[in-house]
C-alpha cells in the first residue's frame, strides 16, 4: 500500500501543478529547471558570502499549486512570477520556443533579478593592513579611510577597488577594479580567522549585478514549456482584450500539440478563474477524475464570473485596432526565470591570446578565446562549395605564417636565412635563403600556410619521415 497517491513523486516533482495531465518527459524537464530557477534561496542572502547567488528581485505566490507548495512553504521561497499570457501566433519572433515579452510588464519589474558575487582578498604579509593613502587626494571619491569602497558605489573597470599599506615594501598599494560588467558594491566585510597559521588580514567584497530580462534570456512554464525571450515588444503594438487587458508574455499555440502538456492549458484556465474569484487552486494530481474534469470544472468557474467556458476570448490587434477573427487562449501562468542569461554565455573574438605551441586560438569564454571550427564545420563548408570561408575560417583567421619552401628537393625543413657581415663593410649585412638540403639557395619559395601543417613536417621529421610538398609556379 502507497501512503498517498503522490507519494512516488520526487519533492521536485510534487511541486508540479496536475503531472498527471502531462507528457512524462516534460515532468522530468520541470524537475530539471525546478533546479535551475532564479528564485529566492535563503532569507540571509544580505549577509551571505556566497560566490554566486541568483536572486528574484519581483517573485509572486502561484494561483495554481498543489498541496505539496504549502507543505513546505514554498512562499517563504518565492521561485517565479505570475504573467499574463495570450497563446497566439504574433509576428513571427514567437517561432518555436521562442517567447514574446511585453516591454512595459518588463520594465515595471517582471522577472528582474540580480546576481551577488563576492570577492575575498588577503593581504600577503600579516604587518600589512587595509588603509587609503593620506597624501592622495584622488581616492577620495573612491575609498573609504579604512581602503575599502564606498557601498552602494557602481563599480567602473579600471577605478580603484581597494588600498592597502605594504609593510614589506613600505608603501600604499592600490588595486585596481577589474570586471567587465555593470555592477554595484553591496557590501564589505572585514573577516576573522580562527587559524593561528594565517594571521593576514581579509576582506570580502560583495557586488550586487542587476539582471533584468533581455533578449535571449531563458524562462519556463511549471509544465516544462522552456523558452527565450525574442523581443520585449511595446504594450501599444501588442493585442488586448475587449477589458484592455495586454498579455505580458505571448506563447505560441504549436508549443502544445507535440509537448502534450494539458497541465498548462489547465492553469491558463484555473490562473485565470483564481485572479476572477480571488482562489487559490489546488493542482494535486489524481483529484480530478474522467467523469468530473478539471476542464469542466475550471470551465464552470469562469462561466460564473462572467467569461467563456472554453478559457477563449475576443482580441484586437494592436497594430490596426481590429478585432480579431479566431478566438484565444488567454489566462494566467505562474513563469519561472531560469538562470541561463545570455550576459554569462556571449562570447566574440576578432584577433586575441594564441597557444603558443600551434599559435592557434586558445579555447574558453574566460581566456578571450574562440570558438572551434572542427572537423565537421570544415566537411560542411567543403560540402557547400564554400572555399574562400574555408580558407578564411582554418587559415587567416587561426594561424597563418610564412614559411619557406625548397621547390627543388620540396622540403620545408631545409630552408635557413644566413646572415653574413661584408668585410668592407662591417656595419651592413646580407640576408639569405640557403636550402641545408640542395646546399644552394637558388629555388627557395615563399609560401602562406598554417603554423600547424609546419609543426606537424617537423614531428614528422622526428620519427624519420620525410615529408616532400610538390611545387607548381603560379
Not at 485565470?272 to 487552486?281: D, E, M, T
Amino acid at each position: 500500500m502507497e501512503l498517498s497517491k503522490t507519494s512516488f513523486l520526487s519533492s521536485l516533482a510534487q511541486l508540479i501543478p496536475m503531472p498527471d495531465c502531462n507528457q512524462s518527459p516534460r515532468n522530468m524537464y520541470q524537475c530539471q529547471m525546478g533546479k535551475q530557477t532564479m528564485g529566492t534561496p535563503c532569507h540571509n542572502w544580505d549577509l551571505q558570502s556566497e560566490t554566486k547567488l541568483y536572486r528574484l528581485q519581483t517573485p509572486g505566490t502561484p494561483l495554481f499549486r498543489p498541496v505539496h507548495h504549502d507543505n513546505v512553504s514554498l512562499d517563504d521561497f518565492a521561485m517565479g512570477t505570475n504573467a499574463i499570457v495570450a497563446v497566439i501566433s504574433y509576428t513571427g519572433y514567437d517561432m518555436e520556443d521562442a517567447m514574446i515579452i511585453n516591454k512595459a510588464s518588463e520594465e515595471r519589474g517582471m522577472a528582474h533579478g540580480s546576481i551577488y558575487k563576492s570577492e575575498f582578498i588577503e593581504l600577503e604579509h600579516a604587518s600589512s593592513y587595509f588603509a587609503r593613502d593620506p597624501n592622495s587626494k584622488t581616492l577620495n571619491k573612491y575609498l573609504d579611510e579604512d581602503g575599502l569602497p564606498f557601498i552602494g558605489r557602481q563599480m567602473i573597470e579600471g577605478e580603484p577597488l581597494y588600498s592597502y599599506y605594504n609593510s614589506d615594501k613600505s608603501e600604499y598599494v592600490v588595486s585596481k577594479f577589474k570586471g567587465k560588467e555593470v555592477c554595484f558594491l553591496h557590501s564589505v566585510k572585514l573577516c576573522g580567522t580562527l587559524s593561528s597559521k594565517s594571521p593576514n588580514k581579509v576582506a570580502c567584497i560583495t557586488y550586487r549585478v542587476p539582471r533584468n530580462p533581455s533578449v535571449g534570456d531563458k524562462f519556463a512554464s511549471r509544465a516544462g514549456q522552456k523558452g527565450i525571450c525574442s523581443q520585449k515588444w511595446p504594450a501599444e503594438d501588442l493585442p488586448f482584450t475587449e477589458t484592455g487587458l495586454v498579455p505580458d508574455i505571448v506563447f505560441n499555440p504549436h508549443g502544445f500539440p507535440s509537448r502534450m502538456t494539458i497541465a498548462m492549458m489547465i492553469e491558463i484556465m484555473a490562473g485565470k478563474s483564481a485572479a476572477l474569484h480571488g482562489l487559490v487552486h489546488d493542482a494535486t494530481p489524481f483529484r480530478f477524475t474522467e467523469e468530473d474534469t478539471a476542464i469542466d470544472y475550471f470551465g464552470r468557474l469562469l462561466e460564473q464570473g462572467g467569461y467563456n467556458y472554453y478559457g477563449t476570448e475576443t482580441m484586437y490587434s494592436g497594430i490596426d485596432g481590429r478585432e480579431m477573427t479566431a478566438q484565444i487562449f488567454f489566462g494566467i501562468v505562474h513563469y519561472q526565470r531560469l538562470r541561463h542569461m545570455v550576459s554569462d554565455k556571449w562570447q566574440v573574438r576578432s584577433t586575441g591570446p594564441i597557444n603558443t605551441l600551434t599559435r592557434q586560438p586558445l579555447k574558453g569564454r574566460k581566456r578571450g578565446g574562440g570558438v572551434r571550427f572542427g572537423e565537421m564545420e570544415r566537411d560542411a563548408l567543403i560540402s557547400h562549395g564554400a572555399s574562400f570561408l574555408l580558407q578564411d575560417r582554418m587559415l587567416h583567421c587561426s594561424d597563418e605564417t610564412t614559411a619557406f619552401i625548397c621547390t627543388s628537393c620540396g622540403t620545408l625543413l631545409g630552408p635557413v636565412t644566413l646572415v653574413t657581415r661584408k668585410a668592407d663593410k662591417p656595419h651592413h649585412s646580407e640576408v639569405t635563403e640557403t636550402c641545408r638540403l640542395c646546399g644552394h639557395g637558388n629555388k627557395i619559395a615563399e609560401i602562406q600556410i598554417p603554423y600547424i601543417f609546419k609543426f606537424f613536417v617537423t614531428q614528422l621529421a622526428s620519427c624519420n619521415i620525410n615529408v616532400r610538398i610538390e611545387c607548381k609556379d603560379v
